[in-house]
């Protein structure tokens, strides 16, 4: 007990030298946390040098003499490979094993690898027992994870009035993830009555530390709207900074949209490409299609087609809707790139089938009128001007 003191600088100094000692001496003695802790220390070097084979000798003694902690620990060298080479049939059989004496840290461990498939075959349902069983032990981690099981209908029935109930235990038990997504259930009136300032208190509560970005945006985004609060542009402006401080890629993106529209602050197109730039560099779709609107059109920047066009391709090659219809225009007009009507029509086509977006309609109808990449068919550009004009 003393050495664990030592160990973790409760009521007393921090002593490696000493808390090695003492739980060398309890090793001998056969308690196996002692030895769970020997192994920490040859694993860290802390109180000796380092040493992975003592370490993990250290930690199956611990096992012999039924310790549950020195098989999640065990699972967890496994896992990682500190110390030896990973070896995931290593963790799950060990994880396995604590999970079974209720370890809940174990059975938090074994309910991710069965989510998302790492050691074991991937069984959502499985993964929810587990899970289950962490959560009930009053784990936030877990708490935090079934909520999300039952908000999505993830290994069980879609919940949401469990899906809050595990929320709200995981945030009375500090986890600042469950408060952001319980402030998304009020800010939405998802399965409670919409209450905009209880989920700014939320948001809040959940930066409080200062250290989890995506509240912070949310939280910026809620002071500049004016939503559970008053409309605060410098504070907006600081939360922002704050997510980008914490590597937040959206508060990149949502800073360069402020400067370019001057929300909140005066237009500086100077600060809005470099916050584009940003989160360009770290593969943001939107900052990517964003960046290239502001080169076609030379705004805060030099003038630069063939660079829109490389920017507007690479955001829709991964997804974004918005650079494929201007990817179609730049084939179209032949910005950046030759003119290819045929290539403009199927880009045309697929952002109209996506998301119905009126202008790629329209493109279309004039293509289909013209003949222009396809066969002039002056009803089917009827239809889809009709369609973007009910779009529009």
Known sequence: FLGFLYYNEITVENDDNEAFKLFSKASEDNYPIAQVYLSKCYQEGRGTEIDNDLAI???????????ICGQLYLGNLYEDGIGTDIDLNEAIYWYQKAAENENKF???NLGICYEVGHGVKKDKTKAFKWLEKSAVQNYKHAQHKLGSFYENGIGTEKNLEKA??????????GSKHALYNLSLFYRYGNGVEKDEIKASELLMEST????????????????????GTEINNDLAITYLRNAIKN????GQLYLGNLYED??????DLNEAIYWYQKAADNENLSALYHLGMCYQSGKGTKKNENEAFNLFNKS???????ALLLLGTCYDEGIGI??????AFDLYKTAADEGNYELAQKNLGLLYENGKGIETNLEMAFNFYKKAAKNG
């Open 247 to 250: 590597n937040s890629i959206c």
């Open 208 to 227: 409080s530390e200062d250290n989890y970005p995506i509240a912070q945006v949310y939280l910026s985004k809620c002071f500049q709207e004016g939503r």
């Open 164 to 173: 809050i109930y595990w929320y709200q235990k995981a945030a009375e038990n």
């Open 262 to 267: 001057g929300i909140g602050t005066d237009i």
């Open 57 to 67: 000798k250290y930690l199956r003694i611990a096992i012999k003499n039924n310790s």
């Open 338 to 343: 030759g003119i290819d009507h045929t290539r």
């Open 316 to 322: 829709a090659e991964q997804g974004n809707m918005k």
């Open 106 to 108: 174990a059975q938090y």
